[in-house]
């Protein structure tokens, strides 16, 4: 299984970015995704989570202003940033609990490339 995540870039504070974070491979279902994000400097921290049946969790720094959701279909995770801070400058790494069936079943943990997101003042 692999994850590609796409959508960062330089915004002024206060704009908005939208990050996905598809996961792709054979023979395998979703349990939960998130997005982490690490700023230079500073320890990995856990932005926001979404269970395949629909749970939101959002670390307190994020509530009101970010969004995550997804689609079943395309087994895509997207993080919707509004009234983005300069504090939110980071590399945004998506992770994934996958549920894979062959030649057992188990659940492991993948991680996507990083996206850098970049909010000037």
């Known amino acids: 299984v692999q994850l590609q995540a796409s959508g960062g870039g330089l915004v002024a504070a206060g704009g908005t970015l939208r990050l996905s974070c598809a996961a792709s491979g054979r023979d395998f279902s979703i349990h939960d995704m998130a997005w982490y994000r690490q700023a230079p400097g500073k320890q990995r921290e856990l932005v926001a989570t979404i269970t395949w049946g629909g749970i939101t969790n959002y670390a307190d720094s994020v509530k009101g202003r970010f969004t995550i959701s997804r689609d079943i279909a395309e087994n895509t995770v997207y993080l919707q940033m509004n009234s983005l801070k300069p504090e939110d400058t980071a590399v945004y790494h998506c992770?994934?609990?996958?549920?894979?069936?062959?030649?057992?079943?188990?659940?492991?943990?993948?991680w996507g490339q990083g996206t850098l997101v970049t909010v000037s003042s």
């Open positions: 992770n994934a609990a996958i549920i894979s069936y062959l030649p057992m079943r188990r659940v492991a943990s993948y």
